[in-house]
């Protein structure tokens, strides 16, 4: 009986447990999912920013040198569009490297697009209609973020657009930033390998507890088990001893306070019974002289 109730028990806090975690695993993925996009999509967006910017004091290095040497070939040409000047595909490829995400350059005519990895161009006129709008929104002047260049790209992509301006605050061309959803998805499922270990890790030690809690349960169970078997078989020497301000306490007491009157009933009834014992042996002893002598009248009698 101890074995069944102690792994019934085992089982409750296991399936407890099981319980608890399946919440907080889906609890967890769905939260860890929505911040792990959030803070790559917030991480990506610095990072579009500062290279927006440090685009920014470039070319208004660039702007300054041109405008003190005439002779050379300048960053900005007429119309306002970004040419390709001394040094600009080196500084490029720099930025790219340190931008860890395909970083796209395009230029304030959207027509030509610098594409990283290599820095080679693009064509504006071949982007879908809804990339198209990620860059004039960009060039409103506002940090965007979009999946927009997706089906473009070839792969799930999140793309932050940030805008590169000039002193006056004038738009002179847009950073892309592309980082392929499956990267935020490693880093997912990184995330649930750490929870999956985690709550192995839990699950094991509550397991041992719920084994340790249940025998320290069971324990006083098991003593008035034994005790209320020795009760059946009127054995009253034995005690029960459990020391607890509980329910158990309150029902070892009363088991005891039980034996005690069944060891008092017993008293009584073995005093009866031999109180009965000596009744009879006295009337027996009372009554055979008498019946002797009749007995032996009777004999005389019968014998004339």
Do not use: C
């Not at 407890?16 to 919440?23: A, E, I, K, Y």
């Not at 069944?262 to 009965?276: G, M, P, Y």
């Amino acid at each position: 009986m101890k074995n069944k109730l102690t792994r019934k028990l085992i089982l409750y806090f296991s399936l407890t447990l099981l319980l608890f975690s399946l919440v907080i695993g889906v609890a967890f993925s769905t939260l860890f999912s929505k911040q792990t996009i959030t803070i790559h999509t917030e991480e990506m967006t610095r990072r579009a920013t500062v290279i927006a910017e440090t685009l920014s004091h470039y070319f208004d290095e660039q702007e300054t040198t041109n405008e003190s040497n005439s002779s050379m070939n300048g960053m900005m040409g007429s119309g306002s569009s970004i040419k390709m000047g001394m040094g600009y595909s080196s500084f490029l490829n720099f930025m790219d490297q340190l931008a860890l995400d395909d970083i796209w350059i395009v230029d304030e005519n959207a027509d030509t697009i610098t594409v990283g990895h290599g820095m080679h161009n693009k064509e504006y006129s071949k982007l879908p209609e809804n990339a198209q709008n990620v860059i004039k929104r960009v060039y409103a002047g506002k940090t965007t973020t979009s999946n927009a260049f997706s089906h473009f790209i070839g792969k799930p992509t999140v793309t932050v657009g940030a805008p590169v301006t000039n002193n006056d605050g004038t738009v002179l061309a847009v950073v892309l930033l592309h980082s392929a959803v499956s990267s935020v998805h490693k880093e997912e499922n990184q995330g649930y390998l750490l929870l999956f270990i985690s709550i192995l890790i839990a699950w094991n030690i509550g397991l041992l507890l719920s084994i340790l809690l249940s025998k320290k349960f069971i324990a006083p169970i098991n003593k008035m088990s034994h005790f209320t078997e020795e009760l059946v078989v009127e054995n009253y020497e034995e005690s029960l001893d459990i020391q607890t301000k509980d329910k158990i306490g309150q029902l070892s007491e009363k088991l005891t306070i039980k034996k005690n009157r069944l060891a008092e009933a017993k008293f009584q009834r073995e005093n009866r019974e031999q109180a009965q014992k000596n009744f009879l042996s006295t009337i027996s002893h009372e009554l055979r002289t008498p019946v002797t002598i009749i007995r032996g009248s009777l004999e005389s009698l019968n014998d004339g």
